[in-house]
């Protein structure tokens, strides 16, 4: 069985630990891998090696770090089927889904490509007599990123392609449920020329993770998984003096007004819930159907869910994958049924689906929920599984309070054709992606990507303008060459002001 290993200071190591956790076929239920798990040591281990290499690739050139950068981005765009194989396997999405994955990656890197215009500084001519000022920005030191299953190369690369660009060295601690697609990724860096040292990769669970926090040349840890974790690292890495972006869970709310056209919102609502097995912290997972009419839409919604082809992800005739784990789907079915227990109508149960051939799969069929309310489990938990829970409001106004009264804050969406409508509910909602006849609004690269509310802790959002702040410190200075024979020579006690 093959061991999946860390990558410290350019090559693959078992480093100390010999713990480990398994890696499952999502599709046949059964073990194919295994994953080291790092030990407090390990992760010093690598941490010793990101700082030694900080030394020099903080002094590298621009142009030296965007050589490796455009390197970097070749070889991701040549590799983007073995990365989607790799991550089909281990997560158990569909190969379609896993190369768009790579893809919103890959914009990231290409976003990183342009960082000498990024890291420009401003400069104020003749501020004061003789005296010009001027400001640029510094990389950190060794930052830590600490990413979750459901995307296990789009996560990292919100992080360690504009960290690296910014002249700091990086530890990565990806999922240990698909580790393998980081793996890939630490050897094409060492391809592309990035130094040893600058990108490493410690495989573990909590105590890697508490190892990193508690680390004192760590300079800062972006976190992304669920919320009562991205509140713990928040927590235990900010009393470190830690900078620290932690994104956390959601619950995505779609509203639809009755204006919008009924196919295009079923359409766009089914993607939306059921892509990835709504595996998705920009899933919608919550439909709000405003007015009297829903029942059309509803039944659109049904039919189409019951169409959707649940299968291995790496069938081309799949459309939809089993969940992560055999933990996660007992979990799903469980939820669906506190729906019916607390009133709720089951209009698509997907807990019976069996796939053919992979009877012991994770699977969980496309599952819609109706008459449910804000005070059901399946409303109040993530359930993050292919499940979609319709929520029936009165009108707009209703729909944006409901959606800001959910303690989450990621994603949300607005199907409708009145402009009016949009606007209102763009400026109501407390919410920080926001789509209006896009489900799944996911900024590009060149915006950052963030959630409000209990779905982000930190003041950070990731990528983009947010991501580059994040991951440097401004210097400013103010800069005078006098000539001394021109000075008056006086001592001056008052507090400097500019003349
Ligand atoms: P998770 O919180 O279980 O794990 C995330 C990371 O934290 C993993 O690397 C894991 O090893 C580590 N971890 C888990 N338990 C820990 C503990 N007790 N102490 C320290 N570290 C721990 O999340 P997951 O199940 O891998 O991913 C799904 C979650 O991630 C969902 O809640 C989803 O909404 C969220 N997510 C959010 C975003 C976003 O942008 N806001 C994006 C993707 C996923």
Redesign the pocket.
């Given at each position: 069985m093959d061991t999946v290993q860390h990558w410290i200071a350019g090559r693959h190591t078992a480093a100390g630990s010999t713990r480990t956790s398994p890696v499952y076929d999502p599709a046949t239920g059964e073990q194919q891998a295994e994953v080291l798990l790092a030990s407090r040591d390990d992760v010093g281990t690598a941490v010793a090696a990101a700082r030694e290499a900080f030394t020099s690739w903080s002094q590298s050139s621009l142009s030296v770090r965007t050589k490796v950068l455009f390197a970097f981005r070749e070889l991701v765009n040549a590799r983007i089927d073995e990365l989607a194989e790799l991550i089909s396997a281990e997560h158990g999405k569909v190969l379609a889904d896993a190369r768009g994955e790579v893809q919103r990656g890959l914009e990231v890197v290409e976003f990183a490509c342009g960082i000498p215009q990024l890291l420009k500084g401003d400069y104020s001519d003749q501020v004061s007599n003789g005296i010009d000022v001027f400001s640029f920005r510094e990389p950190l030191g060794v930052v830590a990123g600490?990413?979750?299953?459901?995307?296990p190369a789009m996560?990292p690369m919100w992080m360690y392609p504009v960290a690296i660009a910014c002249g700091n060295t990086f530890v990565l601690?990806?999922?240990?449920?698909d580790p393998s697609a980081s793996a890939l990724v630490a050897r094409l860096w060492a391809e592309a020329g990035l130094p040893e040292g600058v990108f490493n990769v410690v495989n573990?669970?909590?105590e890697s993770?508490?190892a990193l926090l508690d680390h004192p040349d760590v300079a800062a840890v972006s976190?992304?998984?669920?919320?009562?974790?991205?509140r713990?690292?928040h927590e235990r890495a900010t009393a470190t003096g830690k900078r620290v972006q932690a994104?956390?869970?959601?619950k995505n709310h779609a509203v639809v007004l009755p204006d919008a056209d009924p196919e295009f919102a079923a359409n766009h609502l089914v993607s939306a819930a059921f892509g990835s097995a709504g595996?998705?912290?920009?899933a919608i997972s919550a439909a709000v159907v405003v007015g009297r009419d829903g029942d059309r839409l509803l039944d659109l919604v049904s039919k189409k869910a019951g169409e959707v082809r649940v299968g291995p992800g790496r069938d081309a005739g799949s459309e939809m994958g089993p969940v992560?784990t055999a933990q996660a789907r007992e979990r799903i079915v469980g939820l669906i049924g506190t729906g019916e227990q607390q009133g709720a109508r089951i209009a698509v149960d997907g807990r019976g689906l069996v796939v053919p051939g992979h009877e012991n799969g994770f699977f969980v069929g496309p599952t819609v929920i109706d008459q449910v309310t804000t005070s059901m489990d399946v409303y109040r938990e993530?359930i993050?599984g292919p499940v979609l829970s319709v929520v029936r409001s009165s009108d707009v106004d209703e729909a944006i309070a409901l959606v800001n009264a959910n303690p989450y804050g990621?994603g949300t969406a607005i199907f409708t054709s009145s402009g009016e409508a949009a606007r209102r509910f763009q400026r109501g909602v407390t919410v920080g992606m926001i789509g209006i006849n896009v489900p799944v609004p996911v900024p590009m690269a060149y915006y950052s990507?963030?959630?409000w509310k209990d779905?982000?802790f930190g003041d950070k959002h990731?990528h983009g303008p947010e991501g580059v702040a994040f991951y440097t410190r401004a210097k400013v200075v103010t800069s005078r060459w006098p000539h001394v024979e021109a000075d008056d020579g006086r001592v001056q006690l008052a507090f400097p002001t500019s003349s």
């Amino acid at each position: 069985m093959d061991t999946v290993q860390h990558w410290i200071a350019g090559r693959h190591t078992a480093a100390g630990s010999t713990r480990t956790s398994p890696v499952y076929d999502p599709a046949t239920g059964e073990q194919q891998a295994e994953v080291l798990l790092a030990s407090r040591d390990d992760v010093g281990t690598a941490v010793a090696a990101a700082r030694e290499a900080f030394t020099s690739w903080s002094q590298s050139s621009l142009s030296v770090r965007t050589k490796v950068l455009f390197a970097f981005r070749e070889l991701v765009n040549a590799r983007i089927d073995e990365l989607a194989e790799l991550i089909s396997a281990e997560h158990g999405k569909v190969l379609a889904d896993a190369r768009g994955e790579v893809q919103r990656g890959l914009e990231v890197v290409e976003f990183a490509c342009g960082i000498p215009q990024l890291l420009k500084g401003d400069y104020s001519d003749q501020v004061s007599n003789g005296i010009d000022v001027f400001s640029f920005r510094e990389p950190l030191g060794v930052v830590a990123g600490i990413t979750p299953f459901n995307f296990p190369a789009m996560v990292p690369m919100w992080m360690y392609p504009v960290a690296i660009a910014c002249g700091n060295t990086f530890v990565l601690k990806p999922s240990e449920r698909d580790p393998s697609a980081s793996a890939l990724v630490a050897r094409l860096w060492a391809e592309a020329g990035l130094p040893e040292g600058v990108f490493n990769v410690v495989n573990g669970d909590k105590e890697s993770v508490d190892a990193l926090l508690d680390h004192p040349d760590v300079a800062a840890v972006s976190f992304v998984g669920s919320t009562p974790i991205a509140r713990y690292i928040h927590e235990r890495a900010t009393a470190t003096g830690k900078r620290v972006q932690a994104l956390g869970g959601a619950k995505n709310h779609a509203v639809v007004l009755p204006d919008a056209d009924p196919e295009f919102a079923a359409n766009h609502l089914v993607s939306a819930a059921f892509g990835s097995a709504g595996e998705r912290c920009m899933a919608i997972s919550a439909a709000v159907v405003v007015g009297r009419d829903g029942d059309r839409l509803l039944d659109l919604v049904s039919k189409k869910a019951g169409e959707v082809r649940v299968g291995p992800g790496r069938d081309a005739g799949s459309e939809m994958g089993p969940v992560i784990t055999a933990q996660a789907r007992e979990r799903i079915v469980g939820l669906i049924g506190t729906g019916e227990q607390q009133g709720a109508r089951i209009a698509v149960d997907g807990r019976g689906l069996v796939v053919p051939g992979h009877e012991n799969g994770f699977f969980v069929g496309p599952t819609v929920i109706d008459q449910v309310t804000t005070s059901m489990d399946v409303y109040r938990e993530e359930i993050f599984g292919p499940v979609l829970s319709v929520v029936r409001s009165s009108d707009v106004d209703e729909a944006i309070a409901l959606v800001n009264a959910n303690p989450y804050g990621n994603g949300t969406a607005i199907f409708t054709s009145s402009g009016e409508a949009a606007r209102r509910f763009q400026r109501g909602v407390t919410v920080g992606m926001i789509g209006i006849n896009v489900p799944v609004p996911v900024p590009m690269a060149y915006y950052s990507f963030g959630g409000w509310k209990d779905s982000l802790f930190g003041d950070k959002h990731v990528h983009g303008p947010e991501g580059v702040a994040f991951y440097t410190r401004a210097k400013v200075v103010t800069s005078r060459w006098p000539h001394v024979e021109a000075d008056d020579g006086r001592v001056q006690l008052a507090f400097p002001t500019s003349s």
